[in-house]
């Protein structure tokens, strides 16, 4: 009896193991061999941190709910959505900035975004230092020539990076830090908001040619967000404080449907490559429009910064942020909280609603 008993607990136990890692073993398993981000001040995670610039988040209370917390040069209280994209994508730790990192660890893939960069090479030039996105690129073939080096060849090296996402989410401070900032910069008065997005639209291409070149094949591009609800907008120029300035997310989503068009049209003339568009506009759209549904309190204000809304300027050093942060869609600012950051980054990986992405969402992207 004994001995049948023990063959029935070893029975369930394999039945359980089976189960438990079909469930919960495939979702951990890491899905790519490397991830590649570019991008601006959403996801620098600390290439600014050695630049001369004011665009930088090297002190607390930024990070001050990272684990452990401390600040990264993120500029959030916690995760951005390019961490929480690599942890759906199964990677056991952040990707690493470029800035910092050497060796076999580029293999994993390397985090190129830069606060206040822009499409626009003179775009944040106000704040001081910034790469910009061509800068990026550049210094992701400077990565790829290392990969040649640790893997070998240029096949190999080729045949890598084919496997491998790359996330490219830049034009946020073409609007905030240029087209908007008439005081700096002449654009808006040369060039219509249509006009501005195809010169933006156009440099853009230019970078996404040099970076399949130069071996990148799964694109996830990033659409703007709703940058006229930024608590800084709002402070700015909202009447109350609470209605979102329309000339600027007009702007906006004039860029993001050109950008969503450029996927069609680099699916239809490069067979080998899959791009994808990642709505963020839409998803703060329906953040903003539910806020109690993901439970946020408060949608119109920084939880960390000074004057009305919080938007007058970002977090001081050591200042002391709001304490019930999870209920605030802003950290500062300019930037979401990391309680918005997983929601942007888990419905960009797996998406939540048909319009989340075109035409499908990264997590398929992974699988291709």
Request: net charge positive; hydrophobic share 35%.
């Amino acid at each position: 009896m004994e001995g049948s008993a023990g063959n029935k607990w070893k029975w369930w136990w394999l039945v359980y193991s089976a189960v438990f890692l079909a469930l919960h073993g495939a979702a951990s398993a890491q899905q790519v061999p490397c991830y590649f981000i570019f991008g601006d001040s959403l996801v620098d995670n600390g290439n600014n941190n050695q630049l001369s610039s004011l665009a930088r988040a090297d002190y607390l209370p930024y990070g001050i709910d990272f684990v452990p917390p401390r600040a990264t040069g993120r500029f959030s209280n916690g995760k951005t959505t390019v961490d929480v994209i690599a942890q759906q994508l199964g990677f056991n730790s952040f990707i690493p900035p470029y800035a910092t990192t050497r060796g076999r660890n580029i293999l994993q893939g390397l985090n190129y975004a830069s606060a206040a960069a822009g499409i626009r090479e003179e775009t944040g030039q106000q704040l001081g230092g910034r790469i910009s996105f061509s800068g990026q690129v550049r210094n992701y073939q400077n990565t790829v020539s290392q990969l040649v080096n640790l893997l070998g060849d240029q096949n190999r090296t080729a045949n890598y990076l084919s496997k491998c996402i790359f996330s490219i989410g830049l034009g946020s401070n073409d609007y905030l830090n240029n087209y908007f900032m008439p005081r700096f910069y002449s654009s808006s008065r040369q060039y219509t908001p249509e006009q501005w997005a195809n010169i933006l639209i156009q440099q853009y291409i230019q970078q996404l040619r040099i970076l399949y070149n130069n071996g990148a094949r799964k694109f996830a591009l990033i659409g703007l967000g709703q940058i006229g609800c930024s608590p800084s907008e709002l402070a700015q120029n909202s009447p109350d404080g609470r209605t979102c300035v329309q000339r600027i997310n007009s702007a906006n989503e004039i860029f993001n449907n050109k950008l969503r068009s450029l996927v069609d049209q680099f699916n239809g003339n490069t067979p080998d490559a899959r791009f994808i568009y990642i709505n963020v506009y839409g998803m703060f759209q329906d953040i903003t429009s539910n806020p109690a549904r993901y439970g946020f309190r408060v949608t119109n204000a920084g939880c960390c910064g000074v004057g009305r809304n919080n938007g007058q300027i970002t977090c001081l050093p050591l200042q002391t942020p709001c304490p019930n942060r999870n209920q605030y869609l802003f950290w500062d600012a300019f930037h979401p909280t990391e309680a918005a950051n997983i929601i942007i980054g888990r419905r960009s990986y797996s998406a939540q609603s048909p319009s989340d992405a075109y035409p499908f969402d990264i997590s398929r992207l992974a699988q291709l």
